[in-house]
């Protein structure tokens, strides 16, 4: 079983709907990150959050919001999706042995906005 | 305005002979590089990293030298092998750990 899992792995949708990704680990990492992925523009970095009641913004928030329900859930909200917004999501977790630990990713969420 | 850069969106080299992926950055405050391996329909997976107090990590096939004074580090994979065709992405932190920047990626095939 993957250790870090999106839901959905891909998902269409229409302008202006609300939509929720939904990442889960067991890993046992308290850090949790979303990233997008755009042609061209490599990853970027949309929320992230250390623990449960812990939760900041990335390069490009706007448009999004997060949830930090448990150590092992994070969640990606788009309250009223826009086309530009089509990309691929990754979500990914680190561990806390030191500031810098290597992210674990999941197999990302493909959404395209019509 | 990107702070890693990978400036060859692809490589090609034959199987058995050295593969060099390169990257540039801009932000001198960074002091943790990483390089991740991606294929299709997949999540990014850490390959190998370097803190700024080395110049170079070795970790079987693959090392990774840093050159500070460039802000430039590149990833040698020696021998190639066609499973390591993949897109390579570099990434960079600073010390506070909150972030990291990642760059393009570079797609890596390595003919038989």
């Known amino acids: 079983d993957a250790d870090v899992t999106q839901t959905p792995r891909n998902r269409i949708t229409k302008t202006g709907k609300r939509i929720m990704l939904e990442c889960s680990q067991t890993k046992g990492h308290d850090r949790m990150y979303w990233y997008r992925q755009d042609p061209g523009l490599g990853l970027r970095l949309i929320y992230y959050?250390?623990?449960?009641?812990?939760?900041n913004k990335g390069e490009i928030s706007d448009g999004y919001s997060v949830s930090r329900q448990a150590q092992a859930k994070f969640s990606l909200s788009l309250e009223s999706a826009i086309p530009n917004q089509t990309a691929l999501y990754f979500c990914?977790?680190?561990?806390?042995?030191?500031?810098?630990?290597?992210?674990?990713f999941g197999d990302g969420t493909r959404l395209s906005i019509l | 305005d990107q702070q890693v850069k990978q400036n060859s969106p692809s490589l090609s080299v034959q199987e058995g002979r050295i593969s060099i992926l390169n990257c540039d950055y801009t932000n001198s405050m960074f002091d943790y590089f990483l390089w991740y391996k991606k294929y299709p329909a997949e999540g990014p997976t850490f390959l190998i990293s370097?803190?700024?107090?080395?110049d170079k990590n070795e970790d079987g096939r693959f090392t990774v030298f840093l050159n500070k004074s460039a802000k430039h580090l590149s990833l040698h994979i020696v021998p190639s092998q066609p499973g390591d065709s993949a897109v390579y992405f570099c990434a960079a932190s600073r010390n506070t750990g909150n972030q990291f920047y990642f760059g393009t990626g570079t797609s890596l095939t390595v003919i038989p």
């Open positions: 370097i803190s700024s107090i080395k």
């Open positions: 990914a977790t680190s561990g806390t042995g030191g500031l810098n630990q290597p992210q674990h």
């Open positions: 959050s250390f623990d449960v009641k812990d939760i």
